[in-house]
Protein backbone atom coordinates (compact mmCIF):
# COMPACT_ATOMS: atom_id res chain seq x y z
CA UNK A 1 0.00 0.00 0.00
CA UNK A 2 1.00 3.48 -0.63
CA UNK A 3 2.46 5.27 2.66
CA UNK A 4 0.07 7.84 3.80
CA UNK A 5 2.50 10.57 4.85
CA UNK A 6 3.53 10.89 1.34
CA UNK A 7 0.34 11.36 0.21
CA UNK A 8 -0.83 13.90 2.14
CA UNK A 9 1.06 16.72 -0.37
CA UNK A 10 -1.80 15.44 -2.84
CA UNK A 11 -4.31 16.33 -0.59
CA UNK A 12 -6.00 19.45 1.73
CA UNK A 13 -6.56 22.63 0.23
CA UNK A 14 -5.51 25.22 -2.46
CA UNK A 15 -6.93 28.67 -2.63
CA UNK A 16 -9.74 27.69 -1.01
CA UNK A 17 -10.54 24.86 -3.25
CA UNK A 18 -10.83 20.84 -1.88
CA UNK A 19 -7.99 19.63 -3.89
CA UNK A 20 -8.43 16.22 -4.89
CA UNK A 21 -8.14 13.58 -2.29
CA UNK A 22 -5.58 11.11 -3.89
CA UNK A 23 -5.33 9.26 -0.45
CA UNK A 24 -8.54 8.12 0.24
CA UNK A 25 -8.99 7.87 -3.86
CA UNK A 26 -6.28 5.56 -3.54
CA UNK A 27 -7.17 3.29 -0.98
CA UNK A 28 -10.71 2.78 -1.95
CA UNK A 29 -9.30 1.43 -5.51
CA UNK A 30 -6.87 -0.67 -4.01
CA UNK A 31 -9.40 -2.31 -1.99
CA UNK A 32 -11.33 -2.95 -5.31
CA UNK A 33 -8.84 -4.37 -6.74
CA UNK A 34 -7.11 -6.35 -4.11
CA UNK A 35 -11.08 -8.13 -3.75
CA UNK A 36 -11.07 -8.43 -7.28
CA UNK A 37 -7.73 -9.86 -7.82
CA UNK A 38 -8.06 -12.89 -4.94
CA UNK A 39 -11.26 -13.60 -6.29
CA UNK A 40 -9.82 -13.69 -9.89
CA UNK A 41 -7.45 -16.34 -8.81
CA UNK A 42 -9.04 -19.00 -6.01
CA UNK A 43 -7.45 -22.12 -4.86
CA UNK A 44 -8.06 -25.02 -7.17
CA UNK A 45 -5.71 -27.79 -8.11
CA UNK A 46 -2.77 -28.09 -8.52
CA UNK A 47 -2.37 -26.47 -5.26
CA UNK A 48 0.82 -25.82 -5.83
CA UNK A 49 0.72 -23.46 -8.77
CA UNK A 50 -1.97 -21.62 -7.65
CA UNK A 51 -0.82 -20.81 -4.27
CA UNK A 52 2.37 -19.74 -5.71
CA UNK A 53 0.55 -17.30 -8.27
CA UNK A 54 -1.39 -15.79 -5.55
CA UNK A 55 1.69 -15.43 -3.19
CA UNK A 56 2.92 -12.93 -5.45
CA UNK A 57 -0.14 -11.51 -6.96
CA UNK A 58 -1.60 -10.79 -3.32
CA UNK A 59 1.47 -9.47 -1.58
CA UNK A 60 0.58 -5.96 -1.78
CA UNK A 61 2.21 -3.45 -4.49
CA UNK A 62 0.67 0.04 -5.42
CA UNK A 63 -1.70 -1.72 -7.64
CA UNK A 64 -0.39 1.47 -9.71
CA UNK A 65 -1.31 0.02 -13.15
CA UNK A 66 -4.79 -1.33 -12.25
CA UNK A 67 -5.84 1.35 -10.83
CA UNK A 68 -4.31 3.63 -13.96
CA UNK A 69 -6.95 1.78 -15.68
CA UNK A 70 -9.76 2.03 -13.81
CA UNK A 71 -9.32 5.60 -13.54
CA UNK A 72 -8.47 6.24 -17.71
CA UNK A 73 -12.14 4.07 -17.78
CA UNK A 74 -14.03 6.63 -16.11
CA UNK A 75 -12.35 9.63 -17.34
CA UNK A 76 -13.39 8.57 -21.02
CA UNK A 77 -17.17 7.40 -20.20
CA UNK A 78 -16.44 3.73 -19.09
CA UNK A 79 -17.31 2.53 -15.76
CA UNK A 80 -14.94 0.04 -13.24
CA UNK A 81 -17.23 -2.72 -13.77
CA UNK A 82 -15.79 -2.72 -17.62
CA UNK A 83 -12.26 -2.41 -17.05
CA UNK A 84 -12.04 -4.52 -13.60
CA UNK A 85 -11.07 -7.78 -15.77
CA UNK A 86 -8.40 -5.61 -17.79
CA UNK A 87 -7.52 -3.94 -14.22
CA UNK A 88 -7.35 -7.36 -12.81
CA UNK A 89 -4.96 -8.77 -16.01
CA UNK A 90 -2.84 -5.88 -16.52
CA UNK A 91 -1.84 -6.78 -12.52
CA UNK A 92 -1.01 -10.54 -13.52
CA UNK A 93 1.13 -9.03 -15.88
CA UNK A 94 3.05 -7.33 -14.06
CA UNK A 95 3.21 -9.39 -11.24
CA UNK A 96 4.63 -11.95 -13.59
CA UNK A 97 7.60 -9.98 -14.38
CA UNK A 98 8.27 -8.98 -10.78
CA UNK A 99 8.64 -13.40 -10.86
CA UNK A 100 10.43 -13.71 -13.47
CA UNK A 101 12.91 -10.58 -13.10
CA UNK A 102 13.77 -11.95 -9.66
CA UNK A 103 14.73 -14.98 -10.78
CA UNK A 104 18.39 -16.33 -10.18
CA UNK A 105 18.97 -15.82 -14.58
CA UNK A 106 17.62 -12.89 -14.32
CA UNK A 107 18.05 -9.99 -11.43
CA UNK A 108 18.88 -12.90 -8.49
CA UNK A 109 16.66 -11.29 -5.44
CA UNK A 110 15.93 -12.29 -2.54
CA UNK A 111 13.08 -9.43 -1.75
CA UNK A 112 10.19 -8.21 -3.52
CA UNK A 113 6.86 -6.63 -1.98
CA UNK A 114 8.58 -6.76 1.62
CA UNK A 115 8.64 -10.46 1.41
CA UNK A 116 10.70 -13.86 0.10
CA UNK A 117 10.98 -13.38 -3.61
CA UNK A 118 8.94 -16.32 -5.54
CA UNK A 119 11.32 -18.46 -5.84
CA UNK A 120 13.17 -18.24 -2.50
CA UNK A 121 9.54 -19.67 -1.15
CA UNK A 122 8.18 -22.28 -3.99
CA UNK A 123 12.22 -23.13 -5.96
CA UNK A 124 12.92 -21.61 -9.35
CA UNK A 125 10.69 -24.81 -11.21
CA UNK A 126 7.92 -23.36 -9.85
CA UNK A 127 8.54 -19.76 -9.73
CA UNK A 128 8.47 -19.75 -13.79
CA UNK A 129 5.62 -21.90 -13.69
CA UNK A 130 3.74 -19.50 -11.46
CA UNK A 131 4.67 -16.52 -14.08
CA UNK A 132 3.84 -18.56 -17.13
CA UNK A 133 0.02 -19.22 -15.67
CA UNK A 134 -0.32 -15.52 -14.66
CA UNK A 135 0.77 -14.29 -18.17
CA UNK A 136 -1.47 -17.18 -19.67
CA UNK A 137 -4.60 -16.81 -17.38
CA UNK A 138 -4.22 -12.79 -17.52
CA UNK A 139 -5.60 -12.88 -21.56
CA UNK A 140 -8.35 -15.46 -20.32
CA UNK A 141 -9.54 -13.57 -17.69
CA UNK A 142 -10.35 -10.38 -20.19
CA UNK A 143 -11.32 -12.57 -22.60
CA UNK A 144 -13.78 -14.84 -20.78
CA UNK A 145 -14.52 -11.85 -18.45
CA UNK A 146 -15.53 -8.68 -20.06
CA UNK A 147 -18.75 -7.72 -20.18
CA UNK A 148 -20.81 -5.09 -22.35
CA UNK A 149 -17.85 -4.06 -24.50
CA UNK A 150 -18.54 -4.51 -28.24
CA UNK A 151 -16.07 -7.59 -28.88
CA UNK A 152 -13.64 -5.27 -31.25
CA UNK A 153 -12.81 -3.33 -28.54
CA UNK A 154 -12.18 -6.76 -26.49
CA UNK A 155 -9.47 -7.87 -29.25
CA UNK A 156 -7.75 -4.35 -28.93
CA UNK A 157 -7.47 -4.76 -25.72
CA UNK A 158 -5.70 -8.14 -25.87
CA UNK A 159 -3.96 -6.97 -28.72
CA UNK A 160 -2.91 -3.97 -27.07
CA UNK A 161 -1.24 -5.89 -23.53
CA UNK A 162 0.13 -8.32 -25.84
CA UNK A 163 2.37 -6.21 -27.85
CA UNK A 164 3.52 -4.62 -24.67
CA UNK A 165 4.31 -7.39 -22.59
CA UNK A 166 6.07 -9.45 -25.57
CA UNK A 167 9.06 -8.18 -26.98
CA UNK A 168 7.98 -4.99 -28.52
CA UNK A 169 7.79 -4.26 -24.55
CA UNK A 170 8.51 -5.70 -21.78
CA UNK A 171 10.51 -8.75 -22.73
CA UNK A 172 12.66 -6.27 -25.72
CA UNK A 173 13.11 -3.72 -22.63
CA UNK A 174 14.28 -6.67 -20.50
CA UNK A 175 16.68 -8.45 -22.94
CA UNK A 176 18.70 -5.23 -23.54
CA UNK A 177 18.84 -4.78 -20.08
CA UNK A 178 20.55 -7.92 -19.42
CA UNK A 179 22.95 -6.82 -22.45
CA UNK A 180 24.03 -3.63 -20.48
CA UNK A 181 24.79 -4.80 -17.38
CA UNK A 182 28.26 -3.90 -16.55
CA UNK A 183 28.96 -2.29 -19.80
CA UNK A 184 29.29 1.60 -17.98
CA UNK A 185 29.38 3.32 -21.83
CA UNK A 186 25.95 2.43 -22.12
CA UNK A 187 24.06 5.40 -23.78
CA UNK A 188 21.40 7.94 -22.96
CA UNK A 189 19.59 6.72 -26.03
CA UNK A 190 19.63 2.80 -24.92
CA UNK A 191 19.05 3.58 -21.59
CA UNK A 192 16.00 5.41 -22.10
CA UNK A 193 14.82 2.14 -24.86
CA UNK A 194 15.04 -0.05 -22.16
CA UNK A 195 13.43 2.00 -19.61
CA UNK A 196 10.07 2.52 -22.81
CA UNK A 197 10.06 -0.77 -22.96
CA UNK A 198 10.37 -2.78 -19.91
CA UNK A 199 8.58 -0.28 -17.66
CA UNK A 200 6.53 2.27 -19.56
CA UNK A 201 5.15 0.02 -21.95
CA UNK A 202 2.62 -1.34 -19.26
CA UNK A 203 2.22 1.90 -17.61
CA UNK A 204 0.94 2.71 -21.29
CA UNK A 205 -1.09 -0.54 -21.81
CA UNK A 206 -2.80 -0.62 -18.54
CA UNK A 207 -4.07 3.80 -19.28
CA UNK A 208 -4.45 2.78 -23.22
CA UNK A 209 -6.73 -0.63 -22.81
CA UNK A 210 -8.57 1.82 -19.82
CA UNK A 211 -9.90 4.11 -22.90
CA UNK A 212 -10.10 1.32 -25.34
CA UNK A 213 -12.84 -0.50 -22.98
CA UNK A 214 -14.91 3.33 -22.82
CA UNK A 215 -14.77 3.56 -26.16
CA UNK A 216 -12.21 6.49 -26.33
CA UNK A 217 -11.82 8.22 -29.68
CA UNK A 218 -8.56 7.72 -31.68
CA UNK A 219 -7.36 11.09 -30.71
CA UNK A 220 -8.28 10.68 -27.20
CA UNK A 221 -6.37 7.45 -26.88
CA UNK A 222 -3.15 9.46 -28.64
CA UNK A 223 -3.38 12.19 -25.68
CA UNK A 224 -3.18 9.33 -23.41
CA UNK A 225 -0.66 7.45 -24.60
CA UNK A 226 1.44 10.50 -24.48
CA UNK A 227 0.32 10.98 -20.89
CA UNK A 228 1.21 7.29 -20.21
CA UNK A 229 4.50 7.12 -21.66
CA UNK A 230 5.86 10.50 -19.77
CA UNK A 231 4.26 8.99 -16.93
CA UNK A 232 5.87 5.81 -17.27
CA UNK A 233 9.71 7.07 -18.35
CA UNK A 234 9.36 9.30 -14.67
CA UNK A 235 8.35 6.64 -12.87
CA UNK A 236 11.66 4.82 -13.59
CA UNK A 237 13.62 7.69 -13.39
CA UNK A 238 12.35 7.87 -9.74
CA UNK A 239 12.53 4.26 -9.26
CA UNK A 240 16.47 4.97 -10.00
CA UNK A 241 16.61 7.81 -7.79
CA UNK A 242 14.65 5.84 -4.63
CA UNK A 243 17.21 2.52 -5.40
CA UNK A 244 20.28 4.69 -4.69
CA UNK A 245 18.28 6.77 -1.50
CA UNK A 246 16.49 4.25 -0.22
CA UNK A 247 16.47 1.25 1.98
CA UNK A 248 15.51 -2.25 1.82
CA UNK A 249 13.20 -1.70 4.57
CA UNK A 250 11.26 1.44 2.92
CA UNK A 251 11.47 -0.61 -0.58
CA UNK A 252 10.61 -3.80 0.08
CA UNK A 253 13.16 -4.54 -2.46
CA UNK A 254 16.47 -5.04 -2.81
CA UNK A 255 18.22 -1.31 -2.23
CA UNK A 256 21.60 -0.12 -4.38
CA UNK A 257 20.99 -2.95 -6.56
CA UNK A 258 21.97 -1.00 -9.68
CA UNK A 259 25.44 0.18 -8.70
CA UNK A 260 26.24 -3.59 -7.46
CA UNK A 261 25.13 -4.63 -11.10
CA UNK A 262 27.25 -1.97 -12.83
CA UNK A 263 24.22 -0.57 -14.43
CA UNK A 264 24.03 2.44 -16.63
CA UNK A 265 20.81 5.10 -14.92
CA UNK A 266 19.91 8.18 -15.13
CA UNK A 267 20.86 9.72 -11.72
CA UNK A 268 24.37 7.74 -12.64
CA UNK A 269 24.21 9.57 -15.57
CA UNK A 270 22.97 13.11 -14.73
CA UNK A 271 22.97 12.91 -10.91
CA UNK A 272 20.14 12.98 -8.48
CA UNK A 273 18.83 16.40 -8.52
CA UNK A 274 19.39 16.54 -12.21
CA UNK A 275 17.20 13.25 -12.40
CA UNK A 276 14.28 14.38 -9.80
CA UNK A 277 14.00 17.59 -12.48
CA UNK A 278 13.85 15.81 -15.15
CA UNK A 279 11.19 13.46 -13.66
CA UNK A 280 9.20 16.59 -12.50
CA UNK A 281 9.15 17.78 -16.05
CA UNK A 282 8.09 14.71 -17.78
CA UNK A 283 5.05 15.05 -14.78
CA UNK A 284 4.50 17.92 -16.49
CA UNK A 285 4.22 17.20 -19.60
CA UNK A 286 1.67 14.23 -19.22
CA UNK A 287 -0.48 16.34 -16.98
CA UNK A 288 -0.88 18.90 -20.37
CA UNK A 289 -1.52 15.87 -22.38
CA UNK A 290 -5.00 15.97 -19.72
CA UNK A 291 -6.28 19.18 -20.71
CA UNK A 292 -8.93 18.50 -22.86
CA UNK A 293 -9.93 16.09 -20.64
CA UNK A 294 -10.57 19.28 -17.72
CA UNK A 295 -12.09 18.31 -14.34
CA UNK A 296 -12.09 14.96 -15.19
CA UNK A 297 -8.22 13.97 -15.69
CA UNK A 298 -8.22 14.90 -11.65
CA UNK A 299 -7.35 11.34 -10.73
CA UNK A 300 -4.93 10.81 -13.50
CA UNK A 301 -2.94 14.25 -12.54
CA UNK A 302 -2.61 13.30 -9.28
CA UNK A 303 -1.79 9.89 -9.82
CA UNK A 304 1.40 11.51 -11.98
CA UNK A 305 1.80 14.19 -9.39
CA UNK A 306 2.37 10.83 -6.45
CA UNK A 307 4.86 9.44 -8.89
CA UNK A 308 8.03 11.77 -8.39
CA UNK A 309 6.54 12.13 -4.35
CA UNK A 310 6.23 8.72 -3.30
CA UNK A 311 8.99 6.83 -1.26
CA UNK A 312 8.84 3.60 -2.84
C1 LIG B 1 5.85 -9.93 -19.53
C2 LIG B 1 6.16 -11.96 -20.98
C3 LIG B 1 6.71 -11.05 -19.97
C4 LIG B 1 7.96 -11.30 -19.51
C5 LIG B 1 8.62 -10.50 -18.45
C6 LIG B 1 11.23 -10.16 -16.62
C7 LIG B 1 10.63 -9.33 -17.68
C8 LIG B 1 10.01 -10.05 -18.86
C9 LIG B 1 10.60 -7.99 -17.63
C10 LIG B 1 11.05 -7.21 -16.49
C11 LIG B 1 10.07 -6.10 -16.24
C12 LIG B 1 10.34 -5.33 -14.98
C13 LIG B 1 10.56 -6.07 -13.71
C14 LIG B 1 10.35 -3.99 -15.03
C15 LIG B 1 10.55 -3.12 -13.84
C16 LIG B 1 9.32 -2.27 -13.69
C17 LIG B 1 9.21 -1.69 -12.33
C18 LIG B 1 9.77 -0.34 -12.10
C19 LIG B 1 8.63 -2.39 -11.36
C20 LIG B 1 8.28 -1.90 -10.04
O1 LIG B 1 6.92 -1.50 -10.11
P1 LIG B 1 6.13 -0.97 -8.87
O2 LIG B 1 6.99 -0.03 -8.09
O3 LIG B 1 5.95 -2.30 -8.01
O4 LIG B 1 4.81 -0.46 -9.32
P2 LIG B 1 4.78 -2.72 -7.03
O5 LIG B 1 5.38 -3.82 -6.20
O6 LIG B 1 4.39 -1.52 -6.22
O7 LIG B 1 3.66 -3.22 -7.88
Known amino acids: MIAADNLQKTTGETNGETKFDLLTYLKERQKLCEAALDEAVPMRYPDKIYEAMRYSLLAGGKRLRPVLCLATCEMTGGTIELAMPTACAVEMVHTMSLIHDDLPAMDNDDYRRGKLTNHKVYGEDIAILAGDGLLAYAFEYIAVNT ?18 SGAAGLVGGQVVDLESEGKLDTNEETL ?35 YSQNIGLAFQIVDDILDVTSTQEQLGKTAGKDLRAQKVTYPSI ?16 ACAELAPFGEKAQPLIAIAEFITSRDR
Open 147 to 164: KNVPCEQVLQVIAHLGRA
Open 192 to 226: TYIHNHKTAALLESSVVCGGILAGASSEDLLLLSR
Open 270 to 285: WGIEESKNKAQQLISN
